[in-house]
């Protein structure tokens, strides 16, 4: 079966998904443009930005991707290429969209606020302090890893870090110019030509010019950078960096997509299923916990509550940027499983477990690029460029996040330090990077990164119940949320049982231990869910 074929039908159902099922739920959720936008109402320059559509997408997809949806489908693989493309079909459009959309509607309404601000609205102070507690947790263990990552590739290859850098450079002059032109288009199409055809160039020129560090001078100005990022209106630096790299991942799709229609291969890989892999385990849980970003993730809902909400010009602008966006990024997770369908499942295991999935799906796609006539060892080097650049794009995106966090967690302290921490950004975001830091000097991010694919998911059921509530307490039809909220639900609870219970038998007790307090974290504030549920019952809906 050639796979060309998955591809285009791929596409067909995701066109037709945004085009019929976005509709439905953009109209669920009862949005429009009655109101104006928080970036407008709450106007600082800082943080809430009024930006142009195809910015704010550039943006927001910059910061989802990263490396999950290529990561998490390579190695979902291992339980066979066909529940893979369903889960990342079925859990894009009917569980990664809503959820991404309806993180951004609930954010909208609620002045731009993040998802822990809505759950103290809904559920309850004691809920929006545990849910702070574990995204702030999750977000800085994010951070350290990321920065490890990062710092180890541009030690192994420091061209990426040469071209990494002069993408930061280039972004910082293109918001600068984008602030001066305003809101004349011709002007910010002739930058944007510019812009992007200059962050091509930063690729080759990185290449000449190669830049290496040792590990400690890595992770001193990658923080250091997240750091400026979080601090710095989001227009000068972050907005253009992101919006800048989205067409280099646009740009990598568009080849690996002529790639794939001229070279025409085949799908090696037998359609066989296997229930239990060795290394991973259960195909439920472990394939719904493993294909995150490309089908559903929590982290998202940090994006789009966080930073996304805050630089949308119009409310409509949700649709586009929220549901499309989530999208885009299930058609990259199909094309992430396209780069390993070519080989056999033995060459396919051999190879994950010696070259890793990066490596794997770089050298797929580079080679199918290789039938457009572009040399094979460029279009290697080129998506392995591209992955990096987005995983520096997760790192900046996080450290604002977790300053967001922080800052709305201590809105409710009435102490002269929490009004330092909820007010002053530099303050927040230095305590942010004093965590990260402490965590990499630690190396306990090595042993924590392994549950991190399962509390990223139960963020997402935590999102989807809290989006639930919202709804149910305006008296509207929640049940295109609550289904797929209690299916996660059940896989990441389902997940966390069988990591707890491996690793108290495995004597890791501090997994263990961590998995299970994530369970009960889970437990409560469902539970605390369900008594505001019933406590509305009795008594009428507030205004939206």
């Known amino acids: ?82 529940p893979a493309i369903i889960w990342i079909l079925v859990g894009g459009i009917f569980f990664g969209a809503v959820h991404d959309l309806g993180s951004m509607a609930a954010s909208l309404r609620t002045e731009g606020k993040s998802i822990g601000v809505i ?62 032109i305003g809101d004349r288009k011709k002007a910010f199409l002739l930058i944007s030509i510019v812009g992007v055809a200059l962050m091509y160039f930063s690729v080759y020129l990185g290449m000449l010019i190669p830049f290496a560090l040792d590990y400690r001078a890595w992770i001193f100005l990658l923080l250091a950078y997240a750091f400026i990022a979080s601090v710095t209106p989001v227009s000068l630096l972050l907005q253009p960096r992101d919006y800048l790299n ?22 090696q890989m037998s359609s066989e299923i296997t229930l239990t892999d060795q290394n991973l385990g259960y195909i439920f849980p472990v394939l719904f916990v493993t294909i995150a970003c490309g089908a559903i993730s929590g982290f998202h809902s940090l994006v789009a509550s966080g930073t996304t909400s805050k630089q949308l010009d119009k409310v409509s602008d949700a649709k586009v940027v929220g549901f499309g966006g989530m999208l885009i990024e299930s058609f990259l997770a199909i094309l992430s499983v396209g780069a390993v369908v070519v080989l056999s499942k033995g060459e396919y295991l051999s190879r994950l477990g010696t070259e890793g999935p990066v490596s ?74 004093l965590f990260s830091a402490l965590l990499l000097a630690s190396g306990e991010f090595a042993t924590l990164w392994p549950i991190f694919g399962s509390a990223n998911q139960l963020l997402a059921a935590l999102a989807l119940l809290t989006i639930a509530v919202w709804m149910i307490r305006k008296k509207k039809n929640a049940l295109f949320v609550t289904l797929p909220m209690f299916f996660m639900f059940t896989v990441t609870l389902a997940s966390l049982g069988l990591f707890a219970w491996k690793n108290f038998q495995d004597q890791v007790y501090v997994l263990s231990l961590i998995a299970a307090l994530l369970f009960v974290l889970a437990i409560s504030l469902m539970v605390l869910a369900t008594r505001s549920i019933k406590k509305e019952i009795k008594e009428p809906a507030k205004a939206l």
């Open 1 to 82: 079966m050639s796979y060309s074929v998955i591809l285009v039908l791929s596409a067909i159902i995701l066109i037709l998904a945004y085009r019929f099922y976005g509709n439905f739920v953009y109209k669920k959720f009862g949005l429009n443009d009655k109101n104006p936008s928080p970036a407008h109402t709450h106007r600082d320059g800082v943080d809430y930005e009024p930006s142009k559509p195809i910015v704010v997408l550039g943006h927001h997809f910059a910061s989802i991707a990263g490396a999950g949806p290529i990561v998490g489908p390579v190695i979902a693989v291992s339980f066979g290429w066909v």
């Open 119 to 180: 759950i103290r609205n809904q559920i309850g102070l004691r809920g929006k302090q545990l849910f702070v507690i574990f995204s702030f947790s999750t977000l800085i263990l994010v951070i350290g890893v990321f920065a490890d990552i990062i710092a180890k590739t541009f030690i192994s290859n420091p061209a990426v870090a040469s071209a990494s850098f002069l993408f930061i450079l280039l972004a910082v002059g293109f918001g600068i110019v984008n602030r001066l």
């Open 246 to 267: 989205s067409f280099l991942l646009y740009g990598m799709m568009l080849a690996a997509i002529l790639g794939v229609i001229f070279s025409n291969p085949t799908i």
């Open 360 to 433: 794997l799906f770089s050298s797929g796609l580079g080679g199918m690029m290789g039938s457009l006539g572009i040399p094979v060892e460029f279009a290697v080097s080129f998506v392995a460029l591209t992955v990096s650049a987005f995983a520096l794009t997760t790192l900046d995106t996080c450290t604002r996040l977790a300053r967001f966090t922080l800052q709305e967690y201590f809105e409710d302290v009435k102490t002269p330090m929490g009004k330092t921490l909820s007010e002053n950004r530099f303050v927040s975001t230095g305590l942010v990077v």
